[in-house]
């Protein structure tokens, strides 16, 4: 009864641990810049801790690399429940430039769960103050994926019965006969 | 004096004020050339692949389902906002627009995906693209000489210059 | 009647220390943002930062989690008996079971349960940050026992109540010893309260938070609580030992005058703070090795009678 009580104040003091794990340091910037004067995210409470055993969320940004996978791993082990990630920048939201080089497995999501993604390359700290305020319910998402259709299939060919739709897709099989 | 020193320092940044923007609250204009998210719009897409071939992060997708139809498919994931697909495209149909408050709980939130219907040759049914001038020459349908004139007709689009480049040889022309 | 009284006032200032230090704390933040010209947290955001603590998953690991549960509440208990022995506005309610030895020991005690802290999570860097705190208290815990002691020869007694109501001051003309053990105390206040030119140990992104890299959850809020009030009983130990008592009668008039003088500490010690950069631990070492010798100077001085 005093945890339903106390988990109100949850997000009212949120303690942060920043974890790089192979990037760049471009987002490392971004993200210390949320922490100055002029964007100053310590108005909501969230202070920067050194240690992952005293922080709520995890700030992940750059891939998940083959040989700090898993540093990556433990520090998420570290982090006590309740607990939230978020996946700063495009490496670590899918691997970035450069997922198919030789040393990086990929985006962190691969090694641990995610519950926040912020892409850009680098966000901008007003983004990395939107995704926060996007956690704590604040602002609205307004991300939504979008599809455009002219028209729908299938298209009446010569062969008819050549065409066959699977999971939404429609091929022809035989190309070369026209 | 020390002290007098520190507290001098104190006094003098506190006449900068409260410099912390409001940012959630109010909203933040961005720089003129700002790169935020790019928006594809389908009504001016060729299905050139153009865009795909050209992505450093490889985040463009392009699959034919079929032979009149080709899906363009932009992953938002790994985009690095670099703004080579905008600058590309030949009909402009790729524009970096100013959005950078793309978070979200899913990361397929910001897929755009596009299903382009695309023109068929009316005599074997693929997509074409026009022949060059060298496959021209060796192509029914593209010769057009004057045979009443019996004048040879040029279809090159480069032209002889009248004025000879070097002045002491005497070129004949046509 | 005396036992009520004593009771009562116990119940009074563990109250005020535990509503009244995590104010304090917030306090000491916003004035930080000011002075670094940003709107800072809310005033009340160490309580909600307590709160949020006690729900975290407490993870033990490492060789002794019995040792890590109880320096967890070894400090959290000495800093409360700590709080016993001052007084806020009146008396001390335990000065008359309790006398100036144990007001030194208890202050030295819960200095050793961070030290204990240090060695039971056993990682490398509680063991650095231990070391440095080892170092730093080993030359900075007999300043305030001399200043105790120097009042203590003034005043002619060890009971708290001689001692803490200005006790200082007794006697007759320019006392010097008086004098240098004030400066002595007001230039070590930064450093008994672990605030930032002396931040060594406590709260560094050096060593990953020293000593408590490896607690979590309400073991930590224990810690961090024991910091808070740390602020709130060694300002209100130095205006006891040194600022003249304003007698009034009226218990509120005193607790009021008695938390406005120690707010005008905090805010001193929060602009000092904000100001400062951190000091290494050699610097530091030396600077409380000369303010030792300074103190021994003035215990010296008081012996000999003046």
């Known amino acids: 009864m005093l945890k339903d009580f106390l988990k109100k104040y949850f997000g009212r003091s949120l303690w942060v641990y920043h974890c790089n794990s192979g990037g760049c340091n471009g987002c490392d910037i971004e993200v210390v810049n949320v922490l100055t004067p002029y964007y100053d995210v310590e108005r909501f409470g969230i202070k920067l801790v050194g240690s992952p055993r005293h922080a709520d969320v995890m700030l ?84 939504v994926p979008t599809e455009y259709h002219p028209m729908k299939l299938p298209i009446v060919r010569y062969h008819p019965e050549d065409i066959h739709v699977e999971k939404g897709w429609a091929t022809y099989d035989k190309l070369e006969k026209v | 004096m020390y002290l007098l020193s520190k507290l001098r320092e104190t006094i003098l940044s506190l006449k900068a004020g409260r410099v912390t923007l409001t940012y959630p609250v109010d909203p933040r204009p961005v720089p003129e050339r700002f790169r935020g998210r790019p928006v594809f719009q389908p009504e001016r897409c060729i299905g050139c692949a153009g865009c795909a071939n050209n992505c450093p992060a490889r985040e463009i997708l392009i699959a034919d389902p079929c032979q009149e139809m080709r899906v363009v498919m932009y992953l938002g994931r790994r985009c690095t906002y670099c703004g080579r697909c905008a600058d590309l495209c030949p009909e402009n149909a790729i524009v970096m627009s100013q959005e950078y408050e793309n978070a979200s709980p899913k990361i397929t939130d910001i897929r755009q995906s596009l299903e382009i219907w695309m023109g068929t040759c009316q005599r074997c049914g693929r997509c074409f693209k026009d022949a060059g001038p060298l496959d021209q020459l060796m192509m029914k349908g593209y010769r057009f000489d004057d045979l009443g004139a019996e004048l040879w007709v040029y279809k090159s689009r480069a032209y002889l210059d009248r004025e000879p480049v070097v002045k002491d040889i005497d070129i004949e022309l046509d | ?291 030792f010798i300074v103190a021994l100077l003035a215990l010296l001085l008081a012996v000999i009678g003046s």
């Open chain 3, 1 to 291: 009647m005396r036992g009520l009284m004593v009771f009562f006032s116990s119940i009074m200032n563990l109250v005020l220390v535990l509503l009244i230090a995590p104010l304090f704390d917030g306090v000491t933040r916003k004035v930080t943002a000011v002075v670094q010209s940003r709107k800072g947290p809310p005033v009340t955001q160490s309580y909600m930062d307590l709160m949020k603590l006690l729900i975290k998953e407490d993870i033990e690991v490492g060789d002794s989690p019995v040792m890590q549960r109880f320096s967890a509440l070894l400090s959290f208990a000495a800093i409360l008996s700590v709080a016993l022995l001052i007084p806020m506005g009146t008396s001390a309610p335990l000065s008359g079971w309790a006398d100036s030895i144990l007001l030194i020991y208890l202050l030295t005690l819960a200095g050793i349960s961070v030290l204990l802290a240090g060695l039971a999570a056993g990682s490398t860097y509680s063991l650095v940050g231990m070391s440095r705190e080892m170092m730093a208290m080993m030359t900075l815990e007999p300043l305030m026992a001399i200043a105790i002691i120097v009042s203590a020869v003034h005043a002619d007694s060890l009971r708290l109540d001689a001692i803490l109501g200005g006790g200082v001051y007794t006697g007759s003309g320019i006392l010097w010893s008086r004098i240098l053990i004030l400066g002595v105390t007001a230039f070590a206040l930064q450093a008994f309260v672990g605030r930032m030119p002396f931040d060594v140990t406590e709260a560094e992104t050096e060593i990953m938070e020293g000593p408590l890299v490896e607690y979590s959850g309400p073991k930590l809020a224990l810690f961090k609580y024991a910091r808070m009030a740390k602020m709130f009983l060694y300002t209100g130990l130095f205006i006891a030992l040194f600022v003249p008592r304003i007698e009034t009668g009226y218990y509120l008039a005193d607790l009021a005058v008695f938390l406005a003088e120690q707010a005008v500490l905090v805010l001193i010690v929060t602009v000092i703070a904000a100001t400062h950069a951190r000091y290494r631990i050699d610097q530091v070492v030396r600077y409380y090795v000369v303010l």
């Open chain 1, 60 to 143: 992940c940004q750059g891939p998940a690399g083959r040989a700090t996978a898993p540093a990556l791993k433990r520090a998420y082990e570290a982090v006590p429940e309740p607990k939230l990630v978020f996946a700063i920048g495009s490496c670590a939201c899918g691997g970035g430039l450069w997922h198919d080089t030789y040393n990086i497995i990929g985006p962190i999501e691969k090694v641990i769960p995610v519950h926040f993604y912020i892409p850009g390359c680098p966000p901008r700290p007003e983004a990395i103050i939107y995704g926060v305020a996007l956690a704590l319910g604040v602002v609205e998402k307004k991300a």
